[in-house]
């Protein structure tokens, strides 16, 4: 299955160098993932084809107009036969979430809406979005590069777009844990070593390593995601044995 994700932006070019870089590249070399950008500059009327106006009740910005939008939003539906949820980027947004990608990912199609300014007048957001999402709780100058971040993280989950050697599975947040860490040649550096247990060749041993290492880093560093799991007993395990070997050693452990 391939997405096709389009895009309203004043900025077109940016987006479309999303699609230039790395996987996100190969997804689209691939066709896996089609990328289209949409200006609503092209859809505004008259010799200044003004997109924005200033705020209604005063104060300092402008909003953008419900009209370029609204067409742009038209041409963009018909670009295509698959319905599309519309998805505005902005702060006020739900925040999203791996499992929020994972399920947008399998969608056959989508349109990205990002705002400048102010933000985008409510009426439009209330009668053509779907879905409003935010990529954390800070403040970004306009909705691109959030978009960037959906686009990105989407084209990577689509099937075929990782290698052979990378997989969606092992991916931090696949299983609600960060990811462990990850260690390649030299054995031995100034830095320090390699833990002993990866050069062992036990991949039962390794893959528990892993595992523990895995729980122990989400509870020193983001315990919200571990309280949001019910851990087995072997996973319990292994967390106490992290903590018990931790002790004193880290000064990221005072919850
Ligand atoms: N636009 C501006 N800030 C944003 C954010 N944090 N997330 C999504 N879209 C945005």
Redesign the pocket.
Known sequence: MAVRIDVVTLFPEFVRQCAAFGVTGRAVERDLLRLEAWNPRDYAEGGYRRVDDSVCGGGPGMVMLIEPLRRTLAAAHQAAPEAAPVIY???Q?KRLTQDKVRQLASLPRMILLC?RYEGIDERLIEHEVDEE????D???S??EL?AAVLIDAIGRLQEGALGDAQSAEQDSFSDGLLDCPHYTRPVSHGFGEVPAILLSGDHAAIARWRRREALGRTWQRRPDLLDALALDVEDQRLLEEFKREHKGHTHEQDH
């Open positions: 980027l902005s702060p947004g705002g999402l935010s990529i954390g800070y403040v970004l306009g909705g959030a």
